[in-house]
């Protein structure tokens, strides 16, 4: 992988930006071990212009915390007793938060997370659950680069292929009543080892950036990745260099899948 110096060097490019999709496992190795903290200094070693998280979890809190503390990690609920995994991050590196949480149970949640140093302006989350035991959403939100606003969709589908299908025709419905023209960047655990999500948003005009630099973007298992699980398709932007993950391997299930995009300035099309 190119060093961190060599990211920030190329983020740092007017017209291209750093977009980085991960599974973090509810802050979880794939052995089930802890590496919540692990897991946001990696992050804070490789900058990028966009995070796309997937399952990031809140846990709650067994004894109320001090109100600094609980200002440094609220979630979106009005029980503050909380512990935010994704907030957490974007306190620490000073980003901006959407966020949308999919699994609500007693001591926990999870759900998706974007995260930018440039302001985000939420658009909501949708639920898009197939059925009743996998509970799923696509998060919205908006952010301006160069003065060309960008649309950013951050899903994770069902583990099932039926679901998946369905969840990825909802997606696409969604694309082209809110959002059909634009740059749009749409990335996640797609659960998707079959690409049956290429065919339908290359319908769309959207291009998945590995396919597109005719290379597989294998992720899973993390460990020793056989699997293009996690999907990143762009319009408008132009994919430039699919970067590998280095030193992620044992941090979650998945490997981060990290793209270089090229976004033409306003006028230049």
């Given amino acids: 992988m190119k060093s961190p110096a060599i990211l920030r060097t190329a983020s740092r490019d007017p017209h291209e930006l750093i977009a980085v999709s991960w599974n973090l496992h509810k802050g979880r190795s794939?052995?089930?071990?802890?590496?919540?903290?692990?897991?946001?200094?990696?992050?804070?070693?490789?900058?990028?212009?966009?995070?796309f998280l997937q399952e990031t979890i809140a846990r709650r809190l067994s004894a109320p915390r001090s109100t600094a503390e609980r200002s440094k990690a609220k979630i979106a609920t009005t029980d503050e007793n909380w512990h935010c995994h994704a907030t957490e991050i974007s306190t620490s590196l000073k980003l901006h938060l959407a966020l949308g949480p999919n699994v609500h149970r007693t001591s926990w949640r999870h759900g998706n997370a974007i995260l930018s140093p440039y302001p985000l302006t939420p658009g909501g989350r949708w639920d898009i659950s197939a059925h009743r035991f996998e509970q799923r959403g696509l998060l919205v939100a908006r952010m301006t680069v160069n003065q060309?606003?960008?649309?950013?969709?951050?899903?994770?589908?069902?583990?099932?292929?039926?679901?998946?299908?369905?969840?990825?025709e909802w997606v696409?419905?969604?694309?082209?009543?809110?959002?059909p023209t634009g740059p749009l960047i749409l990335a996640g655990d797609f659960n998707d080892w079959k690409s049956d999500s290429v065919p339908i948003f290359n319908a769309l005009g959207l291009s998945e950036v590995a396919m597109t630099l005719g290379q597989a973007a294998?992720?899973?298992?993390?460990?020793?990745?056989?699997?293009?699980?996690?999907?990143?398709?762009?319009?408008?932007?132009?994919?430039?260099?699919?970067?590998?993950?280095?030193?992620?391997?044992?941090?979650?299930?998945?490997?981060?899948?990290?793209?270089?995009?090229?976004?033409?300035?306003?006028?230049?099309?």
């Fill in 148 to 168: 060309r606003p960008i649309i950013l969709l951050c899903v994770h589908l069902a583990l099932t292929r039926a679901a998946r299908l369905r969840q990825m």
């Fill in 218 to 269: 294998k992720t899973f298992p993390a460990f020793s990745p056989t699997l293009a699980l996690d999907k990143m398709f762009v319009r408008e932007l132009t994919p430039v260099e699919l970067v590998p993950a280095a030193k992620a391997a044992w941090l979650s299930d998945h490997l981060p899948y990290i793209a270089r995009l090229r976004l033409e300035p306003l006028g230049a099309r």
């Fill in 30 to 51: 794939p052995l089930g071990f802890q590496t919540w903290h692990a897991m946001q200094r990696w992050l804070q070693l490789t900058p990028a212009d966009i995070y």
């Fill in 172 to 179: 696409a419905h969604w694309i082209t009543r809110e959002a």
